[in-house]
């Protein structure tokens, strides 16, 4: 038997590995698979967090992030949301994925299990088996809107169960929970002790009359709702690494306790940018906002004319989930034919889950031209037809 230093937790699956295999081939390669916009950080946010990095913000800040970061954090909610955060319930981290990672290992033990509703982000699983856990999921449809099915999502749960996954607006279905929707959840929840935690990423994008509804503020969901936070994706500052919790205070002293021997302190001059980014929240993500609904109904409107492509209206997020059913190919099929017959990379749905098969995902994360210039290629090659 051959050895291995690589511990069994690192041992990846192969599953749809190979979706983007010869993409590097194509000179002329549209690569809408990444949900990092193309847009530039606001020089709102960049000029007067170089002016405090010059100034000698480059040092540890407090373990639990700079403080007038947290107050900006607690003001926030206050504004947006009619909610009193107290400091003790903020946490800065490091970008919204340890965040997350944190969240669960300072929540879950060995065997108890989580909620995903499927499809979902391709990391959820696994962070949620590193904090010793069982994912579970919950089936959601595109009939359906991807709405949290009640009846389905209680039936899933079971004595180990320990917390439900809850990411509004979704990657990377783009589907927004109604407020209706949050309250079934929450009732279940309350009913049988569950954590909600949730993943606040792409709270600035939504379109089409949806709306974001935090389960923090639903009836009884106050002190049993943890949200990850993220700067990366509404104020375009994905590099930066910066995000933030909101929780119960004693998960709060649980994730110091675990931040201390994992990141220490997250990134001083990314704080810094971050407490200028919500300073002007209402000015700047509405405007990223309105870029990506100008392209999300764009890039909606020519695949509505793509034969074997269907997709519901955008709701919310940077990116569009169509159903490739009507082709008759799977999702890894769909992918590569419109690699190699147009150029175009996208994300099979199955590797966002079993209930992702028969979609794909589109990052709409490059300009309209852009855009417009991948789905001329679909058209003209007719990629998704003649299988």
């Known amino acids: 038997m051959q050895h291995t230093w690589v511990s069994r937790r690192c041992l990846q699956s192969a599953a749809g590995s190979n979706f983007a295999q010869g993409a590097e081939q194509y000179s002329d390669l549209i690569d809408l698979t990444i949900g990092d916009p193309d847009l530039p950080t606001s020089e709102k946010i960049l000029e007067p967090a170089f002016e405090d990095a010059r100034r000698g913000h ?106 439900i996954l809850i990411n509004t607006p979704n990657n990377p279905t783009g589907a927004v929970y109604s407020k209706e929707n949050l309250q079934q959840v929450a009732e279940i929840c309350i009913r049988h002790n569950l954590l909600a935690i949730c993943d606040d990423i792409y709270t600035g994008f939504v379109f089409g009359g949806a709306q974001f509804v935090p389960m923090i503020t639903v009836q009884g969901m106050r002190h049993r709702t943890v949200c990850v936070n993220s700067f990366s994706k509404n104020f375009v500052m994905t590099g930066m690494r910066v995000g933030n919790l909101v929780a119960p205070p004693e998960i709060i002293q649980a994730v110091e306790y675990l931040n201390e021997f994992m990141m ?124």
């Open 264 to 387: 220490y302190t997250a990134p001083s001059i990314s704080q810094r940018a971050a407490i200028y980014a919500l300073r002007q929240a209402e000015e700047i993500t509405p405007q990223v906002a309105a870029e990506f609904e100008r392209r999300l109904e764009y890039a909606a409107g020519r695949i509505d004319k793509i034969p074997g492509m269907s997709v519901h209206r955008p709701q919310g997020s940077i990116y569009l989930f169509p159903s490739i059913k009507e082709s008759g190919l799977t999702s890894f099929q769909a992918v590569r034919a419109l690699l190699e017959k147009a150029h175009v990379l996208t994300m099979p749905g199955e590797m966002y889950g079993k209930a992702g098969e028969g979609f794909i995902r589109i990052a709409c994360t490059q300009g309209i031209p852009r855009l417009k210039e991948a789905f001329d290629r679909i058209e003209e090659t007719q990629a998704l037809m003649g299988h």
């Open 58 to 163: 480059t040092k540890y800040t407090h373990p639990m992030g700079d403080r007038e970061l947290r107050r900006e954090i607690c003001r926030y909610y206050q504004r947006a949301y009619g909610l009193s955060i107290d400091m003790e319930e903020v946490f800065v981290t490091t970008a919204g994925c340890i965040g997350m990672t944190e969240a669960l290992l300072a929540t879950i033990n060995p065997g108890d299990e989580v909620i995903i509703p499927d499809p979902y982000f391709t990391v959820y699983p696994d962070q949620v088996r590193l904090a010793g856990g069982v994912p579970v999921f919950l089936e959601t449809r595109g009939e359906e809107q991807f709405a949290l099915h009640p009846q389905r999502l209680e039936s899933l749960i079971t004595p180990r169960t320990r917390a």
